[in-house]
């Protein structure tokens, strides 16, 4: 079902569900766990827990309509070790603990009200610093789910200045100014790749300059303090991270504004299986 989040797109994935027919879908769970790459020990205790969404939040088009889910099968890999190697754990675990790196993943969202041209947000993290970030905007309706509107259609809303400030201070780089009018919005989609890492490399997005403005206006700050994106950790950063928005016109709707971070971290697990984190916020 992967297909552009345009009426192109939409359409396309329609199709399968025409007349109520099921269709067969498989795909991963989006975990910090399940996205590093070391194996779990053995006799670790691990349960999943899926919330959906409601059909307005996840659907679009005409009310009253429902997803049923007829049969969902959990596949999990399972890797079986030597025993030579089983009590090699053993015996490291009595002096310390295994650790696994990850990618923790933290969403924070504020409301806008109507008519507002301006939006300041003081300690949205405090404590430790997040490695990236990702902003977006959104209709408040459409977020909180109606079948009129698509929640992943981020808009600019005229948007002419965006800034992260760490202690004070602008980070990565100083506020982007912006002219959507004027189609001057180039720094914010470069952003999408200097905040991600893919510039200088072999590597592109799906979201062209054109589709930019019309839907996937997203912006993206690297915060951490080599801007690289490798398997490393970095020195952990406690600050207080502010984010202030401007807008040119005033928002004619309340809109939500949504802020994607993400965290180095590491959990530990000791020789009797018991869970360490040092997750700050």
């Known amino acids: 079902m992967f297909y552009k989040d345009n009426n192109d797109g939409l ?12 269709v067969d879908m498989i795909g991963g769970l989006h975990g910090d766990l399940f996205h590093q790459e070391r194996l779990l020990l053995n006799l670790v205790d691990v349960k999943i ?30 890797v079986r070790v030597s025993p030579g190697v089983i009590l090699g754990h053993a015996k490291a675990l009595e002096n310390g603990t295994a650790k696994y790196p990850l990618n923790r993943v933290l969403c924070k969202v504020y409301s806008v009200p109507q008519g507002s041209m301006s939006f300041v947000q003081d300690n949205i993290f405090v ?23 698509s929640p992943f259609e981020f808009k600019h809303y005229h948007m002419n200045f965006i800034g992260i400030y760490v202690d004070g201070q602008p980070k990565p780089h100083a506020p982007l100014e912006l002219n959507f009018d004027k189609n001057n919005y180039i720094k914010g989609y470069h952003s999408l790749f200097s905040g991600t890492e893919k510039i200088g490399h072999d590597q592109g997005l799906f ?57 180095d971290n590491v959990i530990e697990i000791n020789k009797t299986r018991n869970i360490l984190v040092d997750f700050g916020n």
């Open 207 to 263: 979201i062209s300059r054109e589709d930019y403005i019309k839907g996937n206006t997203l912006f993206a700050f690297n915060l951490s303090p080599d801007l690289c994106n490798g398997d490393h950790l970095n020195l952990i950063k406690q600050s207080n991270l502010r984010l202030e928005i401007k807008f040119s016109q005033s928002l004619s709707q309340t809109i939500s504004v949504i802020v994607f971070a993400e965290f």
């Open 11 to 22: 359409k396309l994935r329609s199709k399968f569900f025409e007349l109520s027919a099921t």
């Open 49 to 78: 827990k899926l919330i959906r969404s409601k059909p307005e939040f996840c659907l679009q088009g005409n009310a009253g309509y429902k997803v049923v889910l007829e049969k969902i099968n959990l596949l999990v890999r399972k």
């Open 127 to 149: 404590g430790q610093m997040p490695k990236r970030i990702i902003v977006g905007c959104v209709d408040n309706d459409a977020f909180h789910g109606t079948f009129e509107k």
